[in-house]
């Protein structure tokens, strides 16, 4: 996905919502309530294949024939040894990290190591980041930022079936062929779930989650997967590709896009994307560029009092009252951070993303990135997420 691309998807935000707040609160009205699916099958014996009638051409009967017994279908899933999903990017070197970060429109190969005679099928797991999720109050509940626990975040499985019993895949190669992709998720779409379809959701760039599972006589190896999740959500060893839309800050930020929204959300979750709010992304995505993993859980005060100020001024129904000009005042990756009317403290913030306009200054036109309580997306300044007081941060 190109920024011409995220461009068009921040215009498509234009018509959900104007203002912060009005978007905000018809997301929380619009919420389902949380769900934790595991997708583990049940323990019990399976059930015996139930007969199906063929006519029989030569004897001209209709003879019973038993279906081909499923084992993946029969096994029990839990407790199991598990297996190895390998990466290689551009046709260089396997290797055995469960999470990589290759650049758009790299070439990323997935594989296990051949087992003789076995079944193999891949799964994507996806978080439904059609929900927004909570592990503290949003500012205008009763007892604002009061921790509530952690979030429950609702994931679902799907198979990629065209990849069954191949052991190495390229699980992007046919993202961009509407036919081979909707042919692939149709079944899936229509009986699951809105995480796909969701606004927030990025085929090509963002974070994507995979599984692999064997099948050798009456047992099932598998890489890890929902089943390993706990209280905090999708383990970390479950194998991740977050795809980078560009170098730099920025492009480590855009490997954030299909993480679930968590408001309150803890340093652990944000650095393993498991879910973000407005500012662990930012830190979170500036920890992975630096190489350096960020320890400490910060809100957008601490950021406002600990960055360094280059710019501050005031925006007003999308028009900042100051002219400032881009690559001289301003920078793509530079922190914004607004004061709502009214209120004593930094309540937002936010990276800018681009000058779209290209006429050099920054106005209404021009594109932040940010999150919460919603995934991370792009908005134009113009929509309003940033009227208020507005100071700019660099580290």
Request: neutral net charge; glycine residues 6%; contains cysteine.
């Amino acid at each position: 996905m190109n920024r011409s691309k995220i461009i068009s998807v921040a215009a498509i935000t234009t018509i959900v919502g104007t203002f912060a707040y009005f978007f905000t609160m018809q997301c929380l009205k619009l919420a389902e309530p949380h769900k934790h699916t595991q997708d583990r099958v049940s323990a019990k014996p399976p059930k015996a294949a139930e007969k199906s009638h063929v006519w029989n051409e030569a004897t001209k009967k209709e003879v019973s024939v038993v279906p081909e017994r499923d084992i993946f279908a029969d096994c029990v899933k839990h407790n199991c040894p598990t297996i190895l999903i390998q990466s290689s990017i551009d046709g260089g070197l396997w290797v055995k990290d469960t999470a990589i970060y290759p650049l758009k429109d790299r070439k990323v190969v997935l594989k296990v190591d051949r087992v003789p005679e076995v079944k193999i099928r891949w799964y994507q797991i996806i978080p439904d980041i059609s929900k927004i999720y909570k592990n503290a109050n949003f500012p205008w509940e009763k007892d604002p930022y009061k921790w509530v626990g952690l979030a429950k975040i609702d994931y679902h499985r799907k198979e990629l079936t065209k990849f069954q019993d191949h052991w190495q895949i390229k699980p992007f190669d046919d993202e961009n062929d509407p036919e081979v992709r909707d042919k692939e998720s149709f079944s899936y779409r229509s009986s699951q779930d809105k995480a796909e379809n969701s606004r927030f959701y990025h085929k090509d760039v963002g974070s994507f989650w995979f599984q692999a599972e064997i099948a050798q006589e009456d047992k099932i190896y598998r890489s890890p997967g929902i089943e390993d999740s706990d209280e905090k959500g999708l383990s970390p060893k479950v194998f991740r590709v977050s795809i980078r839309d560009g170098n730099g800050y920025i492009g480590y930020l855009t490997s954030f896009f299909n993480v679930p929204g968590l408001f309150g959300s803890i340093t652990y979750q944000s650095s393993n994307y498991i879910g973000t709010d407005c500012a662990d992304v930012l830190m979170a995505a500036y920890g992975k560029w630096k190489n350096k993993p960020i320890t400490k859980n910060y809100n957008v005060a601490m950021l406002v009092s600990q960055w360094r100020h280059v710019e501050e001024f005031d925006i007003l129904q999308g028009t900042p009252d100051k002219q400032l000009k881009w690559a001289r005042d301003i920078n793509p990756g530079d922190f914004i951070a607004v004061r709502y009317s009214g209120s004593k403290q930094y309540q937002h913030i936010g990276a800018l993303f681009e000058d779209v306009n290209k006429d050099g200054l920054l106005d209404g036109g021009d594109i932040v990135i940010h999150a919460g309580p919603v995934p991370l997306h792009c908005s134009y300044i113009r929509e309003g997420n940033f009227d208020g007081h507005v100071v700019i941060l660099r580290p």
